[in-house]
């Protein structure tokens, strides 16, 4: 039998409302409860947000170019740390050779963590563009930033600060060899940034590696996905690509509706693996083909019953659990709560 035959019938015979919201790859797995639970019209919506960390010239700008642009259907944001440098002082000018730009106090995180902030409350916000030359904060205009579906912040210590951190929903560190860093780093400093080579190669003996070592790879154990290689490693970059995909359509559903769980899947093999409950409407897989149904509670008894019928045997636990919550349950909202409780 068809999934499509299958859904018809279950659609004709309990006349459930189909959205049309296909969710192709969504995984058994538990993902975020919102805390409140505004109407779907007018909740909030938020951000999904994307650290990418790893040492200076690993690669971290070309990953995230390479996200952006397979991602081209949705809007997204490149926020880089670079642009929270502190200004020098006249002092600190005078004597750039010695300051250290890869130790976490060079970077004013408190406004870095004030413009996310901005962002996930829907206000633009202005970024500003440090200059390499002048190792200046303001020396050119400030870039203006969109609220957007999704956020890359990347930073060779984005990881570093734990607020900035829990912001994250993905974290991603670009793993690239030492040698490889340190000759693109020669490359970038002398060609693009005009520097000395023995000021670059002094720079980074005196800083760079001993705070790669110290404060940067420290917060690789804090990343979800490593890549080797950074963007010559194509088949990392598309199978993030995918996962951003899969974990933007849950989280766009986890926006919508604000008590929405996918609870672990237990029952392997099963044709029906994922139950989700929104307020009264529920979500399932079916056939392979993740679906939203939504229905109100009192057709949710027959779609079960349905569904009994058509795997037999199969669906016995999901829908007993299914019929005993249901009956159970009066107020609809509780439905997914005592699921998972
Ligand atoms: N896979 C690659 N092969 C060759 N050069 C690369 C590769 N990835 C990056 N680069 C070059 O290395 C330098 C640093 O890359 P970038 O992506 O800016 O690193 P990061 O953002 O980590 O500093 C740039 O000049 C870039 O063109
Ligand atoms: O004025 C500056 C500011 C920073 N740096 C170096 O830049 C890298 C970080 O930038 P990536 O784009 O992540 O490579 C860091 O190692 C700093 O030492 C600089 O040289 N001068």
């Given at each position: ?24 790859g ?45 991602l081209?259907?949705q ?166 690509v995918q996962h951003i995909r899969t974990k933007l359509g ?92």
């Amino acid at each position: 039998m068809g999934s499509n035959s299958v859904e018809d019938m279950i659609e004709a015979s309990s006349g459930v409302h189909f959205s049309g919201f296909h969710m192709d790859g969504l995984e058994s797995k538990i993902i975020e409860k919102p805390t409140t639970s505004p109407g779907a019209e007018n909740v909030h919506k938020q951000p999904f947000i994307i650290g990418v960390a790893g040492g200076a010239a690993s690669g971290k700008t070309t990953v995230c170019d390479m996200i952006i642009q397979q991602l081209h259907d949705q809007r997204v944001v490149l926020v880089n740390q670079d642009s929270f440098y502190h200004n020098l002082t006249e002092e600190e000018l005078a004597r750039v050779h010695e300051y250290n730009f890869d130790h976490p106090d060079a970077f004013d995180t408190e406004k870095l963590l004030d413009s996310i902030e901005n962002l996930r409350h829907d206000r633009a916000v202005d970024i500003p563009n440090y200059d390499f030359k002048s190792y200046k904060s303001n020396a050119f205009p400030a870039r203006r930033v969109n609220p957007s579906d999704v956020i890359i912040l990347e930073g060779i210590l984005i990881f570093h600060d734990p607020r900035v951190r829990e912001l994250m929903n993905m974290k991603i560190f670009v793993d690239t060899d030492a040698d490889v860093r340190l000759a693109r780093r020669i490359r970038r400093d002398t060609v693009d940034k005009g520097r000395d080579i023995g000021a670059v190669l002094d720079q980074y003996s005196k800083f760079v590696k001993p705070a790669f070592d110290d404060f940067i790879l420290p917060t690789k154990k804090y990343a979800d996905i490593i890549i080797p290689r950074g963007g010559d490693n194509h088949v990392a970059i598309d199978l993030i690509v995918q996962h951003i995909r899969t974990k933007l359509g849950q989280h766009d559903l986890c926006k919508i509706y604000s008590n929405l769980y996918v609870i672990q899947s237990t029952f392997q093999g099963l044709y029906i693996q994922v139950w989700i409950s929104v307020r009264g409407y529920v979500v399932f897989r079916l056939l392979g083909v993740v679906r939203v149904w939504r229905m109100r509670c009192e057709h949710a008894a027959k779609v079960s019953r349905l569904a009994k019928f058509l795997f037999t045997g199969k669906v016995t636990m999901v829908s007993s659990l299914f019929m005993k919550n249901y009956r159970k349950t009066s107020q609809r909202g509780m439905y997914c709560y005592w699921i998972l409780s």
